[in-house]
Nanobody, 114 residues
Framework: QVQLAESGGGLVQAGGSLKLSCAASGSIFSFKNMGWYRQTSDKRELVASMTAGGATNYAASVKGRFTVSKSIGANTMYLQMNNLKPEDTGTYLC?????????WGQGTQVTVSS
């Protein structure tokens, strides 16, 4: 089964930028839809998603600041995060739909200081 692994998290000041990566162990073509989620102590929310065809969707809280993209050749999905805010802090997980199964990565921590 294809696995996903996130990287690129870290500590950044408010207003800064980070680029997260979600590397697939196999072909990223295998996934019908993929998304980035933010996990905090009380909830997990979808912040950005991309269909196999490349259509994107964003949570209202990140629209205009975050950009999701993918590289077929690198089998990797990315999340470019600009103008970060303290409320963006959390563990970011990527997920992909393989048929009826959702595959999850382990997550990467993003901490934004004020």
């Amino acid at each position: 089964q294809v696995q996903l692994a996130e990287s690129g998290g870290g500590l950044v000041q408010a207003g800064g930028s980070l680029k997260l990566s979600c590397a697939a162990s196999g072909s990223i073509f295998s996934f019908k839809n993929m998304g980035w989620y933010r996990q905090t102590s009380d909830k997990r929310e979808l912040v950005a998603s991309m269909t196999a065809g490349g259509a994107t969707n964003y949570a209202a809280s990140v629209k205009g600041r975050f950009t999701v993209s993918k590289s077929i050749g690198a089998n990797t999905m990315y999340l470019q995060m600009n103008n970060l805010k303290p409320e963006d802090t959390g563990t970011y997980l990527c997920s992909g739909a393989l048929g009826s199964i959702n595959v999850w990565g382990q997550g990467t921590q993003v901490t934004v200081s004020s």
